[in-house]
């Protein structure tokens, strides 16, 4: 062999040797298999986590979904119950953030939705009465009976809701927060639309009540929701740690953003019954265009080409 041959043949496997060693690191390990998330009930995050979840599972990890409220959730992270949450709504639940960053227990991956909204609405039908502020509502507290219908009990908006009635901003001393779950609190603008009822509600977007009923978000309530009707933007977070030992599954979900139009159709699926699974994965087949991001510089967790493995489990 003469010493050319010698020094390609140590060349190339310097770069064979380079190249296994890149895969390996990119590989999580075997612990990171199963990853452990949260959601605290709402449509829009058990879409996304039906979206990362398919994706996860196809990259070999098995994701498991806890449903929990946002404090049990919160306090998950904080105990390494839970690793990944899709669901930070800023500026909404800054007091859980700023206790949990306080205690190092979390990192922000990434900001996953912009331009969404959280506030109290009212069916158009009623804001065309005059309802159309926080400050009309007590003018027809009689109207609404006195009660705001909120979400689940412990959620961080109900909070500011009772916060506000109890200080007697815009005269609500003696209106009632009504704590229920999503499903129900719509139910009941459902109910109140039959007859033109007066109802007032928290609304947010993204969510399908936007297109199924006709409503209009109050303004005046900035001290409690933020300017903008509420503006907000979903972080996804992860408990400390988490990210440096399974980088590969933390680089995918660092990855994920999503819109507002995408979780809309996904939301619309759930709720008319359809498994949050097969609602992602119909809906991911239908855009396929927008899986390539999301996997940038991710493989599968034994460290092959996560593009040839997602999408040959969606048959694409």
Same mark, same amino acid.
């Given at each position: 062999m003469t010493g050319i041959s010698m020094v390609r043949r140590l060349a190339t496997g310097v770069v064979f040797s380079a190249l296994a060693i890149g895969s390996a690191a990119a590989a999580d390990? /075997?612990?990171?298999?199963?990853?452990? &998330?949260? %959601?605290?009930?709402?449509?829009?995050?058990?879409?996304?986590?039906? +979206?990362? @979840?398919?994706?996860?599972?196809?990259?070999?990890?098995?994701?498991?979904?806890?449903?929990?409220?946002?404090?049990?959730?919160?306090?998950?992270?904080?105990?390494?119950?839970?690793?990944?949450?899709?669901?930070?709504?800023?500026?909404?639940?800054?007091?859980?953030?700023?206790?949990?960053?306080?205690?190092?227990?979390?990192?922000?991956?990434?900001?996953?939705?912009?331009?969404?909204?959280?506030?109290?609405?009212?069916?158009?039908?009623?804001?065309?009465?005059?309802?159309?502020?926080?400050?009309?509502?007590?003018?027809?507290?009689?109207?609404?009976?006195?009660?705001?219908?909120?979400?689940?009990?412990?959620?961080? /908006?109900?909070?500011?809701?009772?916060? &506000?009635? %109890?200080?007697?901003?815009?005269?609500?001393?003696?209106?009632?927060? +009504?704590? @229920?779950?999503?499903?129900?609190?719509?139910?009941?603008?459902d109910r109140a639309g039959k007859d033109k009822g007066a109802v007032v509600f928290l609304a947010w977007a993204p969510h399908p009540m936007n297109e199924k009923f006709q409503i209009s978000y109050l303004s005046g309530g900035d001290a409690y929701f933020g300017p903008n009707y509420g503006g907000a933007e979903v972080y996804t977070l992860a408990r400390t740690g988490w990210s440096e030992k399974c980088p590969n599954a933390a680089t995918l979900v660092k990855n994920l953003k999503f819109e507002i139009a995408m979780e809309n159709a996904l939301m619309g699926s759930i709720l008319g019954g359809e498994d949050p699974k097969a609602a992602a994965t119909a809906w991911l087949k239908a855009n396929p265009a927008a899986i390539d991001p999301w996997l940038s510089g991710v493989t599968t967790l034994d460290g092959k080409p996560a593009a040839d493995a997602v999408k040959g489990s969606l048959g694409l």
């Open positions: 390990d /075997a612990s990171c298999k199963v990853i452990r &998330m949260s %959601d605290p009930g709402w449509t829009d995050i058990t879409a996304t986590n039906g +979206v990362t @979840s398919v994706i996860l599972t196809a990259l070999g990890y098995e994701p498991d979904v806890k449903t929990l409220s946002v404090p049990i959730g919160y306090q998950s992270m904080k105990n390494g119950e839970i690793d990944v949450f899709l669901g930070n709504w800023m500026p909404a639940q800054k007091a859980f953030i700023d206790d949990l960053t306080a205690a190092k227990a979390i990192e922000v991956m990434n900001k996953n939705l912009e331009g969404a909204k959280f506030t109290l609405a009212v069916p158009t039908y009623v804001a065309d009465k005059g309802v159309k502020d926080f400050a009309d509502l007590q003018k027809h507290a009689d109207e609404f009976d006195h009660k705001i219908y909120g979400i689940e009990p412990g959620a961080p /908006a109900n909070a500011n809701i009772q916060k &506000m009635i %109890d200080a007697n901003d815009f005269g609500l001393k003696d209106w009632k927060l +009504v704590e @229920s779950g999503e499903q129900a609190m719509l139910a009941q603008v």
